[in-house]
């Protein structure tokens, strides 16, 4: 079905532009080398604070099978400018290198210059939230960052590696954990602006994705400690093309996507508040 005028009125999410075209939050052209996947597996999950208790999050989720194969799935967010443009370009960068790692042959090969990688998986990073509109955590400054210099901000953190499973991240998963806070001062007489955090965790195939970032710049440094069996790849000065990836089982993917958790539990101790503006 054609877009109407108000479907193509919308402004786009990176540049402001007019003239929103629909776009693949993954490349349709994995179709060629994952085959036909009558569903993959979209696992979500929220923290919910508890009232009148210092600094406590519970944390709730749902492994939902959604119908058809994840690198389908489409989004009118984008204008027709960005999408045929420099996000395009990002894609036709990134696909030698996903086409080789999607597949066993190269399990035993160091990782080497992944950093065609790291654009493309900013963009379907960035545009995945908008398939939960109740999930939209990223600031609109990271977009702009990103359209601007064709990177992710340097509060960003992402990482690769090799999976080898069997569970319900086998073909394509995906998991993703935001949160909007404001820090609250040790007297109590003073509130931060807003806070954003977020972890997104997916697998295409043999690939296994970690993206996350934060607006806290004090717990910019206990993200960039990713499990040992990631590799990563932004910022590009931690990046060590010279390792072989091991193996990453499905208990391993567990403890990856978890890692909400631990950025906040683990964390030197600071008071924070949920953002009414933000997750619940």
């Known amino acids: 079905m054609p877009a109407s005028k108000e479907q193509k009125r919308g402004k786009c999410i990176f540049c402001g532009g007019l003239g929103l075209s629909k776009e693949h939050i993954w490349s349709d052209w994995l179709s060629d080398r994952l085959g036909p996947a009558p569903h993959h597996t979209n696992i979500r999950g929220w923290p919910k604070w508890v009232p009148g208790v210092r600094k406590q999050l519970t944390f709730t989720q749902t492994a939902k099978r959604m119908q058809g194969p994840m690198h389908q799935r489409k989004i009118r967010k984008v204008c027709v400018t960005c999408n045929t443009g420099w996000m395009k370009g990002a894609v036709d960068r990134a696909k030698p290198f996903v086409e080789r790692f999607i597949e066993w042959s190269i399990a035993e090969l160091p990782i080497g210059d992944a950093r065609p990688l790291v654009p493309w998986i900013s963009i ?71 806070i954003t955090h977020q972890i997104t965790t997916y697998t295409i195939g043999n690939l296994v994705v ?55 539990f683990n964390h030197p101790k600071f008071n924070f508040i949920p953002a009414p503006e933000g997750l619940r």
């Open 124 to 194: 379907a990073t960035i545009m995945a939230e908008f398939t939960a509109p109740d999930s939209i955590c990223f600031p609109e400054q990271d977009r702009k960052v990103l359209y601007r210099t064709k990177h992710p901000p340097a509060h960003w953190t992402i990482a690769v590696g090799r999976y080898s499973g069997t569970g319900l991240w086998k073909t394509q998963g995906y998991r993703h954990r935001p949160a909007m806070y404001r820090l609250i001062a040790d007297d109590r007489k003073s509130v931060s602006g807003l």
């Open 210 to 264: 970690y993206a996350c970032s934060t607006t806290n710049r004090s717990m910019v440094s206990s993200l960039r400690k990713v499990h040992p069996k990631l590799s990563t790849i932004f910022p590009y000065e931690l990046a060590d093309p010279g390792r072989v990836l091991p193996a990453i089982s499905d208990r391993d993917m567990e403890a990856i996507s978890e890692e909400f958790q631990h950025a906040f």
